[in-house]
């Protein structure tokens, strides 16, 4: 079942080597299908995460990448992209035995990280300053300058899209990286490291530290040589990253949590709706930051739609991801499927009712594994823990409003902004809505759902900067503003 071999053996990824960490350490990285060992990988310390930042610098310095016009790194991102293409299916399978979801997922995952590169490819060589009108015989323009070293901080839900989401900008903009992934779900990014090399990116220019993220991950964004850092990950450790980055007065893009609203209007499409709803929480087993997990809904459609998306949950084949007819896989470990339970639980004693799943699956052959089944709770109280916090797994708590006011104001009492929903016929009102949400970005009649062109980021606690859209490769470069003096030259007549 499994695509890799319990002996497979990873290491970290410096200079264009594979290198064992310094203190020789190693971990097993695990199948949630399982909970067995499915390869093992090199664990770095301080002195690895230091060694990496001083090999990107020197490649940085010495390469050409940077200097270069955008077209060589162009066309070494493109090549990237058809490699990533060719092998997408080793990739797809080593994701989901990796982290869990369905291959159907992954694969779309790693789809999603070809469309990236090509798209950052097509930005690489369009990277432009401008002149500026001043006053006098003078000539005012600006250059874009890579910043030097960046360094990013991956989670563990969407292993290998969240990383390259990220570096392959800085690379676009002539940066040298070093990535640390999450512990959890390293191996896609080690195994995306060998086409680098590949491609034609010299040895260097992007390196990966695996390691624990309170020693590998404040060495690398503590460091001197480190210009910038891209996190994506929890509030908790975004706020610990922007201290760190503060310190340093190093720019710094933050991808963090959500708790996102789904609100029904009256007049909604109940079936696409539900639907729509059903993919927004139960994707990924509901493991995604921009997760609809609030459902608000009004009280005459209440109970037609609760009825609707527990029958969709209800009827979802829950498997191992790599089974074809699994739609949801398991949650990533045995601590995030406590933690997804332990939410419910606590609900249920505060009175909630749980209308769909709401346990893990103790039966065989599942057992082994990490598997709940899809949830679905109402009758919860705005103040309830399930409705306030991240819960990170495939739960859907059903909010109740009365007027529209209500539903706005309900949608935005939340320290979160990242997405909300929004299902109606009405397109005017839809519009109206979407102004009124606080939200980075708002789907109206569709799941989540983004594009290498569109923008990404949150509002609130759910981070600062944005991944994606045009100028995310411009957010990658500094700009220097250059005034030449002409002279008392005047122009010939
Ligand atoms: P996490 O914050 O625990 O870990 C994220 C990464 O940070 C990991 O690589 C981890 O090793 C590292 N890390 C941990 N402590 C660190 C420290 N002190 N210094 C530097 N690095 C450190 O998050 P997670 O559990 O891997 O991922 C789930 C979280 O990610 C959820 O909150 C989810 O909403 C969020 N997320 C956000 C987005 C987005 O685009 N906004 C996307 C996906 C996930």
């Known amino acids: 079942m499994s695509a890799e071999s319990s002996s497979a053996e990873y290491g970290l990824f410096i200079g264009g080597a594979s290198l064992p960490s310094s203190r020789g350490d190693r971990r097993p990285v695990m199948d949630p299908a399982t909970n067995r060992a499915i390869a093992t990988t090199a664990v770095g310390g301080v002195d690895d995460a230091r060694h990496a930042m001083e090999v990107a610098d020197g490649a940085f310095r010495n390469s050409g990448w940077a200097d270069d016009d955008g077209s060589r790194r162009a066309r ?81 839900n969407y292993p290998l899209l969240l990383a390259i989401r990220s570096v392959a900008p800085a690379l676009a903009a002539g940066n040298s990286v070093v990535l640390k992934p999450a512990s959890l779900t390293p191996l896609t990014a080690l195994k995306f490291a060998a086409l680098t090399q590949e491609a034609g990116v010299p040895d260097g220019i992007f390196n990966v530290v695996v390691g624990p993220g309170g020693e590998v991950g404040e060495t690398l964004v503590t460091d001197p040589r480190c210009r910038s850092v891209s996190f994506t990950g929890s509030g908790e450790v975004g706020q610990r990253i ?26 909604a499409d109940l079936d696409r709706a539900a639907k729509g709803i059903a993919f927004g929480i139960f994707g990924n087993a509901g493991q995604m930051c921009w997760a609809g997990s609030r459902l608000i809904v009004p009280d005459p459609i209440h109970e037609e739609l609760v009825a609707k998306v527990a029958k969709i949950a209800d009827g979802m084949k829950v498997g191992p991801g790599v089974e074809s007819t699994s ?86 009492d939340t320290r979160y902004g990242l997405f909300a ?3 109606t016929r009405d397109l005017a009102q839809a519009h109206i809505v979407a102004r009124q949400l606080e939200a980075g970005m708002v789907s109206i009649n569709e799941p989540p759902t983004t594009f290498p062109q569109s923008p990404f980021g949150g509002y609130k606690e759910s981070g600062i900067g944005f991944e994606q859209g045009r100028r995310v490769v411009e957010a990658y470069t500094r700009r220097k503003n250059v005034i030449v003096n002409l002279g008392s030259a005047k122009p010939k007549k």
């Open 327 to 412: 739609e949801m896989g398991p949650v990533v470990s045995k601590e995030q499927l406590e933690r997804v339970v332990g939410f419910v639980e606590e609900a249920r004693s505060a009175g909630a009712t749980v209308v769909a799943g709401g346990q893990k699956i103790a039966d065989p052959p599942l057992a082994e594994g990490n598997f709940l089944r899809p949830t679905v709770v109402t009758d919860v109280a705005p103040d309830h823990r399930v409705v306030r916090e991240e819960v990170f797994g495939p739960v859907l708590s059903v909010l109740r409003y009365t007027s529209l006011d209500e539903a706005i104001r309900l949608a935005n």
């Open 242 to 267: 922007a201290e760190l980055a503060a310190r340093r007065i190093i720019p710094m893009t933050l991808e963090l949590g959500g708790k996102s609203p789904v609100v029904v209007l009256p007049d």
């Open 421 to 423: 929903a929004l299902w």
């Open 76 to 156: 070494a991102l493109g090549r990237l992209a058809r490699l990533l293409e060719e092998r997408a299916e080793a990739f797809a399978q080593l994701e989901t035995t990796n982290m869990g979801k369905t291959l159907r997922e992954a694969k779309g995952d790693i789809g999603y990280v070809v469309r990236t590169l090509d798209y950052v490819a097509g930005l690489a060589d369009k990277i432009e300053g401008e002149t500026i009108p001043v006053p006098g015989a003078r000539l005012d323009y600006t250059l874009r300058e890579p910043l030097g070293v960046t360094v990013h901080i991956a989670p563990w």
